[in-house]
């Protein structure tokens, strides 16, 4: 993994996908052009994943969190993983 702080990554994926969002969202406010509307729904779909994935890597990777803490927050985001499977 990065050296990076986990908090720093998570930062990071936001201030990336955040102007995308921004843009996309004063494009397809008032706009009857589908294809603009559907680019925004992707950006937000697009930062809801970039955070969620930064969000288990900072629960995974964080020093500030005790070693039970780390190890729950490694076993909900096998589940979540599992989960996410197809097939389950």
Known sequence: ???ESPW???AG???DLM???GIAGSRAIGSD???LRRN???AVFALIEGLN???RYVAEESTHPST???SKAREAAGSEKKAQEPGR
């Open 1 to 3: 993994m990065s050296d």
């Open 8 to 10: 720093l990554v998570l």
């Open 13 to 15: 994926i936001a201030a």
């Open 19 to 21: 102007p995308d969002v």
């Open 33 to 35: 052009d589908a294809l």
């Open 40 to 42: 925004y729904v992707r």
């Open 53 to 55: 994935y930064a969000r």
């Open 68 to 70: 039970e803490a780390r």
